[in-house]
């Protein structure tokens, strides 16, 4: 069996358009994160594929840029072959991949780390108020009367908006994973971004929410002022997102993954399932 490599973008988003609908594939995100020392990839082999962003510096392979999830599609069969014959071919160290799905590995030389997402379920308004916790029905009755507004904002204008708030909370000492804060302008080209923002004046929350596919949006960084947290601005952002997403016809909210347990209750806490998460480093 001979591995692939594919590099342009047609042949990219051709070869795993039947196989794969989620933004997290597709050639256009791994643009986005795209460096000098960064080298984006689909690697085949047979009918199995794998998009990996390799670092040539370290010559470590990712599943995908920070805050996304991939590995192996299609041919799940062939997934231990091809994790091989990449780390040979490409002259690879290592490959972390971060997967929604448990691989089928028998190899014994990697690491597993198991984490979670939230996900809700946007099936009507009612239902999803049935599932807040007391404490997010409490704030979003507060947060109603504050006369907050909500906005979404494509492009660069969404950009430059978002990265103007972040610099602003960054001033404050408070710190945001953004890596590159350069990255939002990229993505700010991608059709299925979207720059949300709530509040008033300079009180203000903002969240990059992504449409991964016609059925989930996914949350992929938020920043809130100081005075937002105070005023529970950021629950009414989460919930005008929530009707937004129930316009269109969404089903999915994903909240994404809590580096701790705070976070973690309080995505919990909008009445969504806890949904398993894999990290593997091969």
């Not at 072959?81 to 780390?87: F, M, S």
């Not at 993954?257 to 806490?269: A, D």
Request: some cysteine; hydrophobic content about 35%.
């Amino acid at each position: 069996m001979k591995l692939e490599a594919i590099k342009d973008q047609d042949n990219w988003n051709r070869s795993i358009q039947q196989i794969a609908n989620s933004l997290f594939f597709k050639y256009e995100w791994y643009k986005a994160f795209k460096t000098p020392w960064k080298s984006n990839l689909l690697v085949r082999l047979e009918n199995c594929y794998l998009p990996l962003q390799v670092n040539l510096l370290t010559r470590v392979a990712y599943s995908g840029p920070w805050g996304s999830y991939g590995g192996p599609i299609g041919n799940k069969n062939l997934t231990e072959e091809i994790l091989k014959c990449a780390k040979k071919k490409l002259f690879l160290r290592k490959i972390v991949l971060y997967c929604e799905e448990k691989l089928p590995l028998k190899i014994r030389n990697y690491s597993l780390e198991r984490s979670s997402v939230v996900i809700l379920t946007l099936d009507n308004e009612e239902n999803i108020l049935k599932r807040l916790h007391e404490n997010r029905k409490r704030n979003l009755k507060k947060a109603a009367q504050g006369g907050f507004y909500f906005e979404i904002l494509k492009g660069k204008e969404g950009a430059i908006r978002y990265t103007k708030l972040l610099k602003r909370v960054l001033k404050g000492g408070k710190g945001y994973k953004f890596h590159n804060i350069g990255i939002f302008k990229n993505l700010s080209e991608l059709e299925e971004v979207h720059f949300c923002f709530s509040g008033k004046e300079k009180d203000e929350s903002g969240a990059v929410i992504l449409e991964l596919n016609k059925d989930t949006i996914f949350y992929w960084h938020g920043v809130n002022s100081a005075e937002a947290l105070s005023q529970h601005i950021g629950d009414f952002l989460h919930w005008s997102i929530l009707q937004f997403a129930l316009k269109k016809g969404i089903k999915f909210y994903n909240l994404g993954t809590s580096p701790y347990q705070e976070l973690r209750n309080y995505k919990l806490s909008w009445g969504g399932e806890e949904k398993p998460v894999y990290t593997y480093v091969i």
